[in-house]
């Protein structure tokens, strides 16, 4: 059974902001990642001829020093750079896709993906993480997913688990649409909380992004909430429709139309501190709903957690 000091359950921005700041300070780690690729909501979809989708976070803001520095290092690679939409905000996107950001943020870690964990249990001497017929065993565990999912890992009997469960995530449905480059562009961003579709934003309107024309639009938390379970193709026919009503498009230009459902997307209700642990100081739960639902949060509770093992290792 693989043994490490540190494992960390999750390669988003949480994650990986937890074990980037150990590596700097000559502390390892091993981190065990579900889906195929390491930044969880902070992703990139592909499609066919080099359309590109940020179909998770937009863009990110910087409003600590701390974040700041660690974006700015990120611009300087190429890997990001600042969004100018017309807000007249400081926004900033992954290049080429926001995906950069977090495989930016992954490099030279070691990080196992394709890897859930299904299971974990406490020992005497540490943590034993199940995932398939794999085991691992470590002193320190971090879970950094979503906390209704870290709530079902930990079991309804764990101390935490009411922390958890009073944390409140909202969920999006999300469209990726592309159309034909003659039909209108009225925007490059428009954010209205009364409208189903809250978010529109022309994707391909971010820096290095290859192909014109392609939208995202995002649905409101209650929308999202009550079409949750409906079937994906059903949910992007529908969403493509308020879409071409909103930019006044022709719905047969459409040439690619996909929705994704994102579970937990939002912090409606944060934890309100950076993160919780247990009393033997063995076990650490971070993530975005700590503090906000934003990708500055996430990298503040995953930095806060690598702070406080550093102080008590
Ligand atoms: C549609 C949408 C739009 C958004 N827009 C913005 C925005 O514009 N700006 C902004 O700052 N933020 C935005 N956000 C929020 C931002 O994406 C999140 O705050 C941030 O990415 C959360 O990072 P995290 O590491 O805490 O969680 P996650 O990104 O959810 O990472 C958790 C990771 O844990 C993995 N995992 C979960 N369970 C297991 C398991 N059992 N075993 C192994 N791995 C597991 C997951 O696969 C995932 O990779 C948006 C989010 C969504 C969904």
Redesign the pocket.
Known sequence: MPSSTIVI???????LSCARTLANHGQASLI????RG?????STRRAQNGMTFD???????AKSEEFRSIVDEIRSTGAAAFWEDGSGAERIVGTPGMSALAKYLAAGLNVQTG????RVYETSSGWVIG?GDNTFECQKLII???AA?TAR?LGENHPLFKDLSEVIMTP?L?LMAAFGSDQPKPFITRRDPDDVLAWIALNSAKPDRLVDNCWIA?AGPEWSAQRLECDLEDTARAMSVLLCERLGADINSINHAVSHR?R????AKPLGSPFLRNEQDTLYL????CLK??????WA??NAIAQKLLKTS
């Open positions: 359950i999750g390669a988003g921005i949480t994650g065990l990642e579900k889906g390491v930044g969880g909501r902070v179909h998770g976070a937009q863009y990110i803001t890897k859930e964990v299904d995932s950094t997913a979503p999912q890992l999006c999300t995002q994102w937990y997307a939002n912090v971070g993530g975005d709903w639902g934003r990708v500055e949060a996430a509770s995953g």
